[in-house]
């Protein structure tokens, strides 16, 4: 608006001038100017047209979830086969912020074998930055739960939303059976392969275990995780089971390797063994209290002895964190690490 209200005065300030009979040349010069004018109002038109809608493609792949890194690739990384993590692994898990990582990496910690990230809270040059160096990057979405705050939220059909996480307001159990649901799902799978994510963590899939308000069982959630792991696998990428100890014997022929959280406080790790005999692993968190601070000897101690409520954990990736899961991690070599977060 700016710019026309400067050629309307330009104009009004030359027709109150006596008027001058004009050459060909100079009228052939205005017309070639106002053409330029016109093509470069239409390109700029056009430019702010396409990213308002991502870049035309009205499948809704490139704005699906909050991926900061606005456009993303048509297609990810072209890999031969899909990786498989190996037992005993080194890692981190930061799901609260993105992280922050310079393209030398000579600030971050810990130096670890793999990344477990927010999909879309990370951008593809973090993951890229990260897999230069040698890393893996496992990619965390809620596959099993609706979140208020995620983008593609007004995607999902409301039928198909249960009743609240208990103790996480705003995230409510999804219909794992849904079409919806699952359409949904490919979506952010495809949304992890353009970024170019090793692996996916897709969480809350053990909603048989809580109340839910959909009567889900332990075969919906069995039957979900096929689905996934297809998804998955059709794109070359790894994928992970969340917690879900009952459906282990179910699923573990067609997953890569167990995020489990907490089977120490609740003395389920041999349960979860079954991955580390398959010769898959366990990525263990424990959230004890007080952390980071505030954490007896004793209960680190506990968490990292193999034996009493830590029973089933011989070669286990185990990291102590906090419940916010924000860059604090301490191992059970008493090493402790802050991942540097975005501000």
Known sequence: MLGLGKSQATVDAVESKPKRSWSLRRKLLVAVIAIVIVVALAVGLGVGLTRGRGD????????????????????????????????????????????????????????VDVYDLDLFDNDIETFKTLQDAGKKVICYFSAGSWEEFRQDQDEFDED?????????????????????????????????????????????????????????????????????????????????????????????????????????????????????????????????????????SKVTDEICSQAGKARGTEDFSIVIKKMDLDGWVEYCDGDTFSTALQD
Do not use: H
């Not at 499948?59 to 031969?80: H, I, T, V, Y």
């Open 160 to 296: 198909d939303l249960g009743k609240e996480l208990d103790g996480w307001p705003g995230e409510r159990w999804l219909n794992l059976s849904s079409s919806g649901v699952r359409d949904i799902m490919k979506r952010r799978i495809k949304i992890a392969w353009q970024k170019g994510c090793d692996a996916i963590d897709p969480d809350n899939v053990d909603g048989y275990q809580n109340d839910n308000g959909l009567g889900l069982t332990a075969d919906d959630s069995v039957d979900f995780m096929r689905f996934l792991s297809e998804e998955a696998k059709s794109y070359k990428m790894a994928i992970g089971l969340k917690n879900a100890g009952d459906i282990i014997p179910d699923v573990i022929d067609v997953v890569d390797f167990s995020v489990n959280e907490q089977c120490i406080e609740y003395s389920e790790c041999e349960t979860f063994a079954a991955f580390i005999e398959a010769d898959k692993p366990v990525f263990n968190i424990e959230y004890p209290d007080g952390a980071p601070r505030d954490i007896s």
């Open 56 to 111: 035309g493609d009205d499948d809704g792949d490139d704005d699906d979830g909050d991926a900061p890194d606005g456009d993303l690739p048509e297609s990810g990384p072209d890999r031969e086969s899909a990786w498989q993590p190996r037992v005993a692994e080194s890692w981190q898990i930061v799901l609260r912020e993105p992280i922050k990582v310079d393209s030398n990496l000579d600030d971050l910690e810990p130096d």
